[in-house]
């Protein structure tokens, strides 16, 4: 099995910056794909950043120029740096990762718990 373990959310006040970690720990062999999610109460989830394998990144529109998706391979840990945070970026943050697993063929989904993040003043 991997499991997922999301830190460093917070509640920051408008303009201020967190930086989100994602470890992946279990029976990893490799991991594809990462990103980070976002969901607030009432709303569906969305993807904020996505980073490849070998480090090719994208982002949500609204996040662009604000968010920086970062990953350490060797330590398969994937991060989130948030800047200029706004009201509108309160939400539930979640990690995925597309695993390859020792012993097994292909690869497989697994999400976080979750961080929560709060930007209020």
């Known amino acids: 099995q991997v499991q997922l373990v999301e830190s460093g959310g917070g509640l920051v006040q408008p303009g201020g910056s967190l930086r989100l970690s994602c470890a992946a720990s279990?029976?990893?062999?490799?991991?594809?794909?990462m990103a980070w999610y976002r969901q607030a109460p009432g709303k569906q989830r969305e993807l904020v950043a996505f980073?490849?394998?070998?480090?090719?990144?994208n982002y949500a529109t609204s996040v662009k120029g604000r968010f920086t998706i970062s990953r350490d391979n060797g330590k398969n840990t994937v991060y989130l740096q948030m800047n200029s945070l706004k009201p509108e970026d309160t939400a539930s943050y979640l990690c995925?990762?597309?695993?390859?697993?020792?012993?097994?063929?292909?690869?497989?989904?697994?999400w976080g718990q979750g961080t929560q993040v709060t930007v209020s003043s």
């Open positions: 995925n990762a597309d695993v390859v697993m020792r012993g097994r063929v292909g690869s497989y989904d697994y």
């Open positions: 279990g029976s990893i062999s490799a991991i594809n794909a």
């Open positions: 980073i490849s394998r070998f480090g090719i990144t």
